[in-house]
């Protein structure tokens, strides 16, 4: 850059104002990556939901279960191609701290329905041979160090066993992985049948319901195909895509969209208030050296570009920064908080808008003091020099 030396220095005439400039930057963009992998990990089922998935759910809340017989009315409806089922279990592992999902499901017709999911052959088969089985994802595995064979004790927070046990041990019989990165494997799955037999109450029901749509069919009017075949009845259904169903599930941990984009909007204005009084301040002080600038052949518009591209200089120095020690904090977090929170971490996507975002900011912050240098009248500046 032709001026960059220029812009340099006039950037750190007055250092310890010019470091709590970037200092306040560095804090916004640190917030933002935090906030961007929280907020992704929301709703990063909703990212990699399947549009040919449906899930069906009872009408009234999700945590209300649906009839088994359900499942061969569903299986028969036109433009339906195949369905299985899941539950949630809601135990923890060892320390009520160690939370993940857990589901019961059909081996066979649950990893049909999510082929993303690969596992070695031989782990599958004895999973589906052994009733108190289990298979782990790749994230559980190495956060808590298991491997096949390994007894796993989860102790229930809702079902209670026949017997009136709360602790659940199974069989670690498999690892699977996902052949898509952004996925988490943070879930272990175990067999219906076991759950079925041993749980004290809620037999004959699954949480909810998931199929594959048959190619070409239309997905809406298969969902209301459904909806209708169970109308008026006493578990009546609602039928989603599966990313609304990810939505749905998310929010019951409340709006986190919502509160991510209210605390950034009041850090980006604070931010943009703190930024904007220091390019002001820098201008009135640089009053006659603007003028002796012009006075030397500087154009209004070179001006213009010198003042911007200082504002955005400090921009892009405080929030590099800040998200370069996001991006370490969330692979610690990735690593502690997985298992509870799977799915965090810091887009590309975020990393772009984030930079787009210093941009913008120090173009907003230093427009003022840039059109005021601009229209300096060299006489005016020199007189009140």
């Known amino acids: 850059m032709k001026y960059f030396r220029l812009i340099w220095k006039n950037a750190w005439r007055k250092k310890i104002r010019t470091s709590l400039t970037i200092l306040s930057v560095f804090v916004a963009f640190l917030l933002f990556a935090l906030l961007s992998a929280i907020g992704f990990a929301f709703r990063g089922g909703v990212d990699v939901a399947d549009a040919e998935r449906l899930i069906v759910i009872h009408k009234v809340s999700l945590i209300n279960p649906l009839p088994m017989s359900y499942m061969n009315r569903i299986a028969a409806t036109e433009g339906v191609a195949s369905v299985t089922h899941a539950s949630w279990f809601g135990g923890y592992y060892q320390d009520p701290r160690n939370q993940f999902p857990q589901f019961p499901i059909d081996p066979k017709s649950y990893l049909d329905m999510y082929p993303e999911f690969t ?143 209210l605390i950034l909007g009041a850090v980006f204005f604070t931010l943009l208030l703190v930024s904007g009084n220091t390019m002001s301040q820098s201008v009135r002080e640089r009053i006659s050296e603007l003028a002796v600038l012009k006075t030397l052949g500087f154009t209004d518009r070179s001006v213009l570009g010198i003042v911007l591209s200082e504002s955005v200089l400090i921009m892009l120095l405080g929030g590099l920064l800040g998200l370069g020690l996001g991006w370490l904090i969330i692979q610690g977090l990735a690593q502690q908080i997985g298992s509870f929170l799977p799915g965090i971490f810091l887009s590309p996507k975020a990393i772009v808008i984030g930079i787009g975002m210093m941009i913008g900011a120090g173009i907003l912050a230093g427009i003022f003091p840039a059109l005021k240098a601009m229209r300096l009248s060299i006489i005016d500046a020199l007189a009140r020099a």
Not at 175 to 198: G, I, K, M, N
Not at 204 to 212: C, K, M, N, S
Request: hydrophobic share 40%.
């Open 119 to 261: 596992m070695p052959t031989d782990q599958i088969q004895a999973f589906e041979r052994n009733r108190t089985g289990a298979i782990v994802g790749q994230d559980l595995a190495t956060t808590y160090g298991w491997k096949i064979g390994d007894r796993i004790p989860i102790q229930a927070t809702i079902w209670t066993k026949a017997d009136g046990g709360r602790t659940w041990e199974f069989e670690l019989e498999g690892v699977f992985s996902s052949d898509d990165p952004r996925s988490s494997t943070a879930v272990l799955l175990f067999q219906y049948d076991y759950f079925e037999e041993a749980r004290a109450f809620g037999k004959g029901t699954v949480g909810w319901y998931i199929l594959r749509v048959e190619s070409g069919a239309d997905p809406i009017q298969v969902a209301n195909a459904i909806d209708l075949q169970f109308a008026n009845s006493p578990n009546e259904t609602k039928t989603s895509t599966e990313a609304a169903f990810a939505q749905s599930f998310m929010k019951q941990f409340g709006n986190i969209a919502l509160i991510v984009t």
